[in-house]
């Protein structure tokens, strides 16, 4: 498989999915003696733009205390549920740090992605993170397995998406609820009533229901925020004469 093609099915993967594994280096107790302990803890996440995870971390869990002792961090993201056989199928650990971020953008994002993370988000033990990744691992099954680094991964920007996302997805969701639901149903195969968009990027939207999360791809990325209408009427159009 060409890097490209192994890089966008690395962020279709990470994209499609709402939580992840965390592991930070837990410091060793008094009188230990030894280093860093590893630990893995279970995490919600949202994704930037640029594949960058956000997190939203309580002050008094065990991994934020590790990262604040060392910012690096890994983050498993496993996308071999319902599989028979869950060697098999993909998974990807992004290799990074983990930095305390007060950008409105990016809580934005992940609220959207978490609607009920809201509230307990401005608790003062409660902060955001983002990750800044430099590189990845992906195993795809039985022997597709290779690192990618930080530029491999990223995804061609969309002018002035990233800016006017919100607005792009309380519209749709305000105001075309039916064309959501056409995504969902028609596009995913996906059952049920209530879908709602949490995130657009270049590459695609991402859905929620419940506790539900699904993906839309676009079958070309995004240039500028102002290609966004245009591909959504014309999935609409693919939805209802599917």
């Known amino acids: 498989m060409q890097t490209d093609d192994t ?10 999915l709402d939580r992840a594994a965390l592991a930070t280096g837990l410091p060793a107790p008094p009188g230990d003696g030894g280093g860093p302990w590893p630990y893995a803890s279970l995490v919600l996440a949202a994704v930037d733009h640029d594949l960058s995870p956000i997190l939203l971390l309580s ?17 498993l993201f496993d996308g071999t549920h319902g599989l028979d056989q869950p060697l098999t199928g993909p998974r990807v650990t992004l290799v990074g740090r983990a930095i305390r971020t007060d950008d409105e953008r990016l809580a934005r ?10 509230m ?18 992906l195993v ?9 680094t930080a530029d491999e991964l990223r995804a061609p920007p969309a002018e002035g998406l990233a800016e006017n996302e ?10 075309h609820a039916d064309a959501v639901q056409l995504y969902a149903g028609r596009l995913l195969g996906l059952a049920g009533e209530g879908w709602r968009m949490t995130g657009i990027d ?9 506790g539900q999360v699904a993906r ?4 070309a990325p995004l240039a500028a925020a102002g290609d966004a209408r245009k591909v959504l009427v014309a999935l609409v159009a693919k939805a209802r004469a599917a």
């Not at 994002?109 to 809201?118: I, Q, T």
């Not at 795809?140 to 990618?148: A, D, E, P, S, T």
């Open 7 to 16: 890089s966008r099915g690395v962020r279709d993967l990470v994209r499609g």
């Open 59 to 75: 002050e008094l869990a065990e991994h934020t205390k590790a990262i604040a002792a060392d910012s690096r961090v890994s983050l």
């Open 109 to 118: 994002r992940f609220l959207a992605r978490h609607p009920d993370a809201e």
């Open 120 to 137: 307990y988000a401005g608790f003062k033990d409660f902060s955001f993170f983002r990750v800044t990744v430099e590189r990845a691992h």
């Open 140 to 148: 795809g099954g039985f022997g597709k397995i290779r690192w990618l």
């Open 166 to 175: 919100a607005g792009i997805v309380s519209h749709m969701n305000e105001d």
């Open 202 to 210: 270049p590459e695609g939207i991402d859905l929620r229901r419940g």
């Open 216 to 219: 839309l791809r676009f079958d």
